[in-house]
């Protein structure tokens, strides 16, 4: 199984973006979207059950984020609504666990830099 996401750039204060992360292979797996910030650890941002019944969010995203997935195509997305400078990171997508911990995902891709300009 592999993953790569896409759709990063450079975006403006309250500007929309949406990443795609498509799997190789069969997926049947649960997904999650994490992030790192230059200079941070890499955090949580959104997790989706392989069948899309359930999300999690972490709380900076504030109605902000869309997690969503479409398994005809095998790929998630994030849709990101009004940017704002602190979300530029680089965004991995990443298939495992249900949950916010980063050690209960066994495969990530190659992550998607998301600069946000003020």
């Known amino acids: 199984v592999q993953l790569q996401a896409s759709g990063g750039g450079l975006v403006h204060t309250g500007d929309s973006r949406r990443l795609s992360c498509v799997c190789s292979g069969y997926n049947n797996y649960n997904m999650a979207w994490f992030r790192q910030a230059p200079g941070k650890e890499r955090e949580f941002v959104a997790a989706i059950k392989r069948s899309g019944s359930a999300t999690d969010y972490a709380d900076f995203v504030e109605d902000r984020f869309t997690i969503s997935r479409d398994n005809a195509k095998n790929t998630m997305y994030l849709q990101m609504d009004n940017l704002k400078p602190e979300d530029t990171a680089v965004y991995y997508c990443?298939?495992?666990?249900?949950?916010?911990?980063?050690?209960?995902?066994?495969?990530w891709g190659p992550g998607t830099l998301v600069t946000v300009s003020s």
């Open positions: 990443a298939i495992g666990g249900f949950s916010r911990w980063s050690f209960d995902y066994t495969c």
